[in-house]
């Protein structure tokens, strides 16, 4: 892995560890969410992570995003190490993270403002990405007025916004019904390709995972390592055939499951909690 | 705000205006009559004068201008009072909520100050600082600090930490920026229900500071008349004061919706 690669990376994860202290207080000890996970990604490619729940998905996107210090190694983006969140590195969030209080505009509006935009062009350009998820309609909404496929698209519009390099996405469509869910994959596929957008998107869904990815990046269980990354050559653009008949597809779904299966069963059987690290 | 919240677009919850109105109109007429009624019967406009006595009062005391001038004095030192309380509130509350070591050292006098009654504090007032302006501005902030202080603090300790994470991966920096912009613009419900609570404490602290402190203002205008016993001039001062509670209990909720239209 750490030969150089044939194009540079556009993001390096280098050696990453990240140690929780247990809750409750005291010493207690620690949980190893992370443990020495070394990752290239290239410019342009769609990663999905995968991994059992608590293996560390969330911390490694936070890590990227240095949204968290790493406590072991580094995260370089175009060959630079971080440390500062930044709107190049644009996050969505689970649930959402739209400001309750703001208009669907003014949530679109807010990266752009705080890059110190002209309000007049900030407007214009909100009100671009708003069309683009098709929201135009609502931009004087507030958030609680939208359903939950329309208020991740106003965080897909306003992650866009700043026309950022990478995309941070954490489990963004789990809240979404399994309907929406479809069409918001589409139109995420479509508003990706071409557009040169490295992706980073954690899933827990194994479908998800190999639909939308060029690799999938499988987490060990906790302390999360790189169990496997599997390449997905399935032909682009994916919307219009269905992807899901494809024996490639099946392939890819059925190896990533055999792994994760195993990891699954013995956290069943085990119950949460640190597991000794490289057993495999 | 939930994902399964519906598409609906929010109703406006306004009541039919003109049925409140006139439901108010006729309780207060009824509570009219039985005022009427009730002083004639006691037959003592000591204890209790009728209404029309009371009207006489308020007409001769705005006619010689006693109440106007008094109403400006009392308006005054309200709206300094509510001020230091809204700055000195914002400041420790934001010490309390966000520092574990001012939280510890410093709420329980807050807590204190809440349950000992405003007058008890005159005297210490009145050593301190005087019976000057500068006094009477203490006890209305003394008055209507906790209420400012306790939602603010609780307002920026529980603000949605999710939402702080957010701001701060679009580049928002700073912790100042982060508590002006997220923190506080989420707690604002919280800061309303506070300010509420601490306008109607302040116009408590206000007639105390005014009959206790020196004379001057309503307050004044009521310790003088009660204890001349010109029972219906005392009324006629107690009226606006209720007025002035009403008014500005009404002004903080006006300022809440023009807020709070995202909650639902
Ligand atoms: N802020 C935190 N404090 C303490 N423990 C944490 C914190 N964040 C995550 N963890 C722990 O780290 C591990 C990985 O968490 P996370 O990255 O959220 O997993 P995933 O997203 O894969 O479900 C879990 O055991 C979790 O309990
Ligand atoms: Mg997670």
Partial sequence: MRDPEPAAPKIRVDGVAKFFEKGGGGDAGQVRALDGVDLDIAPGEFLTVIGPSGCGKTTLLRIIASLTDPDAGRVLVDGKAVDSPSPERAMVFQSFGLFPWKTVLDNVRFPLRVRKAPLSEATETAMEFLGKVGLADFAHSHPHQLSGGMQQRVGLARALATDPDILLMDEPFGAIDAQTRELMQEELMRLWQGSGKTVVFVTHDLDEAVLLADRVLLLSRSPGTVRALIPVDLPRPRWDYDVRALPGFTDIRARLWSMLRDDLVFAESHGPGPATAGAR | ?264
């Fill in chain 2, 1 to 264: 705000m939930s994902a399964a919240a519906a598409a609906a677009p929010a109703v406006p919850r306004e009541r039919p205006r003109l049925r409140a109105a006139l439901q108010h109109a006729a309780f207060a007429l009824a509570l009219l009559a039985a005022w009427e009624i009730g002083s004639r019967l006691l037959g003592s406009a000591l204890l209790l004068p009728p209404p029309g006595a009371v009207l006489a009062a308020m007409a001769e005391l705005t006619a010689s201008g006693e109440l106007v001038v008094a109403l400006g004095q009392s308006l005054l030192l309200l709206v300094l009072g509510l001020a230091a309380a809204l700055v000195v509130g914002f400041v420790f509350g934001v010490l309390i909520g966000r520092s574990r070591i001012a939280y510890w050292t410093l709420s329980p006098y807050f807590s204190a100050l809440f349950v000992i009654p405003t007058v008890a504090l005159v005297p210490l007032v009145l050593v301190w600082f005087g019976f000057g302006m500068g006094g009477r501005v203490i006890i209305v902030l003394l008055a209507g600090l906790v209420p400012v202080l306790l939602s603010v603090a609780a307002g920026v300790r529980d603000a949605p930490g999710e939402l702080v994470e957010v701001a701060r991966s679009f580049g928002l920096r700073g912790e100042l920026r982060l508590l002006i912009q997220v923190r506080l613009r989420a707690a604002v419900p919280l800061l309303m229900s506070g300010m509420r609570l601490a306008v109607g404490r302040a116009v408590v602290g206000m007639a105390v500071a005014e009959s206790y402190l020196r004379l001057g203002g309503i307050g004044g205008l009521i310790r003088n008349y009660g204890s001349s016993f010109q029972t219906e001039y005392v009324f006629a001062a107690i009226l606006p004061l209720t007025l002035l509670g009403i008014g500005l209990s009404a002004l903080v909720g006006l300022v809440e919706r023009r807020f709070q239209r995202w909650q639902t």
